[in-house]
């Protein structure tokens, strides 16, 4: 929000210097961001009128001029500008200025004398480039500073503000503020009520009376669009950053900055019919102001009459409907239209207007009519014209309801002493009603402050009101207790060290992702969408975080980074039932090379047991209460030979696979590429290790080779044995797998290590073959597994 510092005071009465209003506004929450002169420093420089201008005897392109500079004798000033002219009205530079860069002397130019200098707005530091001596306005006082005369001993202030001050994107509201802090009195015109010229009307009708709870609209007739928009309307629109363009459209620019409340006006004779605020119809579309056609969508509110839209509700006006220089009559609109509806619909469009940037964030909506009524003064003012009566449609209006503020949440949020006289103070000067009673104010938000909604946003207020630098560094006094930190859960961060510990690399991508990576390799269909999206690739939220990965991945092999072990810890999304459901994840993707290209050994790429064992590692497989299974399934994303579906004590955690071929092929990977993702949740909880006794006898081994099925997983074979718990048993190890000669068809050849022991007595043969006959009844009766000869 940039503005001027002079429109500023002449709205409130404040004696703080600018440096000094400028920490008060910073202080009190509106960061000020930039503060410059508009002019650079200069002195001694007077409005001057040229009384005549000769050919200079010996050059061609000088004048030598007698110039009035209000003295009791003109001053003679050789001056080379083209545009030097009797009665041309001028700065002029009086012997002894000081300009940007230059010492104004007497001197002699070609022989003749000069006692000054006439100037450009270049060399008065208002502008980098100018054409000729800047020519001033007939009604110009002689001889007047020309500082005081153009308003130069001025400052831009550019305010840096927090979404929810939008009160202060006026100079309303920014005047209210400095009163509120500095104690000043505001010197607020009053806005009459004009008397009606005329009983023409436009009807209006609010189809969407929740989009749009308030809306006035007025027929103004026999207005001069051709009229000059006053040097001092010019010159405050200027220093906030807004272009002048027709008086009718400067007036509304005007209204909107002091104010606050966005106006359009619409070229009545263009209009067809009576208005009509809806949402906008399939397959309608809208020429709007700044040449761009668009396609209009159903969320779009538009402003319409008989023969279709003709304006973007909020946003921008449509170019059928706009004032020209030919316009004799228009149509003043003033409304309030809901925020939610307004914002992102300048954005999604690629560009921004003040009218949206205001309505996104809230427009005072008690301020409508009034903003309609000043508009019109100005226009009856500037453009003539004749007033018609205000059309104005009410609905609900968003609710302002009492928040009550307790002087012991005050005293204890803020650290500080306050007595209730004090805050009861501070909210007078911020202007809101309340009523006390037992030491809680009960305050009355005026409709300004959409921000008003909550006892802390009270607090905040009384904070900074109070002065922030105010408040003491006080040291804070707590007591220090050990965090509890129980062996059963784990931290995350053990986690991340595992995969640290094994290579891998973390990374951090997006919660929001492309869409199509959830259709295409997640088989998700219906994603969450975000109304709002940063970027047209970022439209939906994750359900996995593989997507990111594989771009990271793409991203260093296209940086010639040719081994990538890659994991990220992070939230995914689903929906259920209705309801939305955020999990923690834990992902990595494993490309290249097993180990880094080294002497000691041959390079070798990854293959999927390299990674099973990394998740191994992560479930706590080598645990005794870790009961590890993994499925062949089948994944969109993952080889349909080389999946595993993860199962932890019974339940599904996750998954571990190689890329499927299409998206090796579809992301341009050379080597093969093998990607695990498990629930977070599962991995933090562990069994507290529990005591066993360790043999002190030596265990016997037994290796044996059983023929069965090839359909069998291994898995399953082991799972049984261990299910069983056969007496003796201690662990069983798959060693060898083997099929060809000597096998049946359609059969595979399993090498089992069995390892037995007692803790109480050394073992004999018949011990060791009794638990072996049990195995193998075990292996004959469940899986029809014979001893292989």
Not at 161 to 168: A, M
Not at 633 to 660: C, D, F, I, Y
Not at 673 to 681: G, I, P, R, S, V
Request: proline fraction near 4%.
């Amino acid at each position: 929000m940039q503005f001027s510092e002079n429109w500023l005071r002449s709205l409130v009465n404040t004696d703080l210097d600018s440096q000094a209003l400028s920490h008060a506004l910073t202080m009190a929450g509106l960061e000020v961001e930039e503060m410059q002169p508009v002019a650079a420093s200069f002195s001694k420089v007077v409005v001057a009128k040229i009384i005549s201008a000769e050919k200079h005897p010996d050059a061609d392109r000088l004048q030598v001029c007698q110039v009035d500079v209000g003295l009791s004798a003109p001053l003679q000033i050789v001056c080379g500008a083209a545009n030097a002219r009797a009665g041309l009205i001028s700065p002029c530079a009086l012997v002894g200025a000081e300009l940007p860069g230059i010492s104004i002397k007497q001197a002699k130019v070609r022989g003749v004398e000069s006692f000054g200098m006439m100037c450009s707005s270049k060399e008065l530091g208002i502008t980098a480039e100018a054409s000729g001596l800047l020519e001033l306005d007939s009604d110009a006082v002689v001889g007047q500073d020309i500082r005081e005369h153009l308003d130069l001993n001025d400052h831009l202030f550019t305010l840096k503000l927090t979404p929810n001050r939008s009160d202060c994107l006026s100079l309303t509201g920014i005047a209210r503020d400095v009163a509120a802090i500095t104690g000043a009195t505001t010197q607020f015109a009053a806005i009459p009520s004009l008397a009606t010229e005329h009983s023409d009307v436009k009807q209006v009708m609010v189809n969407e009376s929740v989009a749009c709870p308030r809306y006035c609209g007025r027929l103004i007739t026999g207005i001069n669009a051709q009229a000059t928009t006053p040097a001092w309307m010019v010159k405050r629109l200027e220093r906030s950053g807004l272009r002048s363009i027709s008086v009718v459209v400067d007036i509304t620019n005007y209204v909107l900055l002091e104010l606050g409340q966005p106006m359009h006006a619409f070229d009545a004779a263009k209009l067809d019919g009576d208005i009509s605020v809806r949402f906008a119809k399939s397959g309608e579309s809208l020429a709007l102001l700044n040449e761009q056609t668009i396609e209009l969508k159903a969320d779009d509110l538009v402003i319409a009459d008989k023969s279709g839209a003709l304006a973007l509700a909020g946003v921008m006006g449509g170019q059928a409907s706009a004032v020209s220089e030919t316009t004799t009559d228009i149509f003043l609109e003033s409304a309030f239209f809901t925020p939610a509806v307004i914002a992102g619909k300048a954005r999604r469009l690629g560009f921004s207007t003040d009218s949206s940037y205001r309505f996104e964030r809230g427009v005072d909506f008690g301020n409508t009519r009034n903003a309609i009524e000043y508009a019109t003064s100005l226009v009856k003012t500037l453009c003539g014209g004749q007033i018609g009566p205000i059309t104005e449609v009410i609905a609900v209006l968003p609710a302002r309801d009492p928040v009550k503020l307790r002087m012991s949440r005050l005293v204890s949020v803020l650290g500080i002493s306050l007595d209730q006289q004090s805050v009861a103070q501070l909210l007078t000067q911020l202007g809101f009603a309340f009523e006390s009673a037992d030491d809680v104010f009960t305050v009355a938000p005026p409709s300004y402050r959409f921000d008003i909604t909550i006892e802390e946003d009270l607090i905040e207020e009384v904070a900074r009101l109070h002065g922030y630098d105010h408040i003491p560094a006080t040291p804070p006094v707590a007591a220090l207790n050990m965090l509890a930190a129980p062996e059963q859960h784990l931290h995350l961060n053990r986690l991340r060290d595992g995969l640290v510990a094994a290579g891998y690399q973390e990374v951090v991508t997006y919660s929001f992702v492309d869409e199509s990576w959830e259709h295409d390799l997640l088989d998700n269909h219906s994603p969450i969408k975000l109304k709002n999206p940063i970027a047209s690739n970022l439209s939906v939220m994750r359900t996995s975080l593989w997507g990111g990965l594989l771009d990271t991945l793409t991203y260093n092999l296209n940086r010639k980074q040719e081994r990538a072990y890659l994991f990220e810890i992070g939230a995914v999304y689903h929906q259920q039932a209705g309801a939305y459901h955020e999990t923690t994840r834990i992902s990595g993707l494993a490309y290249g090379s097993a180990m880094p290209e080294q002497w000691a050994t041959a390079t070798a790429d990854i293959d999927f047991f390299d990674v099973k064992a990394n998740v191994d590692s992560l479930l706590g497989a080598d645990s005794s209460t870790k009961h590890v299974v993994y499925e062949k399934a089948e994944h969109s994303a993952l080889h349909p030979g080389q999946t595993a579906r993860v199962l932890l004590n019974g339940k599904v955690v996750g998954w571990l696979g190689k890329l499927h071929p299409k998206w090796q092929q579809h992301y341009g990977f050379a080597k093969s590429t093998y990607l695990f993702e498990l629930d977070a949740d599962a991995l933090v909880n562990r069994m507290l290790p529990a005591y066993q006794e360790v043999s002190k006898l030596l265990p016997v081994r037994r290796d044996l080779a059983i023929v069965l099925d090839e359909r069998v997983a291994v898995q399953s074979v082991l799972s049984a044995i261990n299910e069983e718990n056969i007496p003796l048993i201690a662990d069983v190890a798959l060693f060898d797998l083997y099929q060809g000669k000597g096998v049946p068809e359609n059969k595979k050849s399993l090498a089992l290590s069995v390892l037995m022991h007692d803790t109480q007595k050394t073992l004999t043969d018949g011990d060791a073959d009794t638990a072996i006959a049990n195995l193998l009844q075990l292996l004959q009766i469940k899986f029809d597994a014979v001893l292989r000869n």
